[in-house]
């Protein structure tokens, strides 16, 4: 079955430190990747995807490539703000699935 | 757009007593899904439904029910709530794209908390 592995955290940061999260998964076919990001008290929002291999998603100074031959699609952000301090997940969709599959969540914490 | 709207957004219950989540979303997504999330854990999926008038088992999905009768809304229901069932219920809505139906990414609710006591 589909299944998503992310680093455990919590990742602890001085501000402007450089940030990277693990994800890799495993599935069949071709999968969208997504990472999402949840802040203190709310819901999840989508931060960015790739629905294809070699794809690079980006958003709010993050980055992520889909890596088909590494089977990853690590998150990294080069200067890190301490608003960036939240839970975030990478999650994979099946080509024709119905559901999306969640790794277990990397808490980051950015110290001032 | 309001996106994915969830009401409650906070609920205290007695242990037995019944109630029920209310999740809508106004973007004609066909997919619809219920989580719930427990301190430091990450999500599980309790219940979804692939259209109208349809619903299945996720994960967790003893002691829930859900009904789909408009393709805007989502309900959940605790019949008979217990001290386990307190937790953080996210609501998402997603759609099929691409020539090879891919699942794209959900939206989420703000959640509604709640606690049994």
């Known amino acids: 079955g589909n299944s998503v592995t992310q680093m455990e955290g919590p990742v602890t940061l001085s501000e402007e430190a450089f940030l990277t999260i693990n994800c890799t998964y495993t599935?069949?076919?071709?999968?969208?990747l997504f990472w999402y990001v949840q802040y203190p008290g709310e819901g999840l929002q989508l931060l960015l995807k790739?629905?294809?291999?070699?794809d690079k998603g980006s958003n709010k100074g993050f980055e992520a490539t889909y890596r088909k031959e590494t089977t990853s699609f690590h998150l990294e952000k080069g200067s890190v703000q301490v608003s960036d301090s939240a839970v975030y997940f990478c999650?994979?969709?099946?080509?024709?699935?119905?559901?999306?599959?969640f790794g277990g969540g990397t808490r980051v914490l950015v110290k001032p | 757009n309001a996106g994915v709207t969830q009401t409650p957004k906070f609920r205290v219950l007695k242990t037995g007593q019944s109630m029920t989540l209310l999740c809508a979303q106004d973007?004609?997504?066909?997919?619809m899904y219920w989580y719930r999330q427990d301190p430091g854990m990450g999500l599980r999926l309790i219940h979804y439904?692939?259209?109208?008038?349809?619903?299945a088992k996720g994960e967790v999905p003893d002691g829930y029910n859900v009904s789909r009768l408009k393709k805007q809304n989502f309900l959940l229901g605790l019949e008979s709530a217990a001290p386990s069932q307190t937790s953080v219920y996210f609501c998402?809505?997603?759609?099929?794209?691409?020539?090879?139906?891919?699942?794209?990414?959900?939206?989420f609710g703000p959640g509604t908390r709640l606690t049994v006591l």
């Open positions: 439904s692939v259209g109208e008038g349809t619903t």
């Open positions: 790739a629905t294809k291999a070699d």
């Open positions: 599935a069949t076919g071709y999968p969208s």
């Open positions: 999650a994979l969709g099946k080509a024709a699935g119905n559901k999306l599959t």
């Open positions: 973007m004609n997504h066909e997919y």
């Open positions: 998402a809505s997603s759609y099929l794209a691409g020539a090879l139906g891919q699942l794209r990414e959900q939206f």
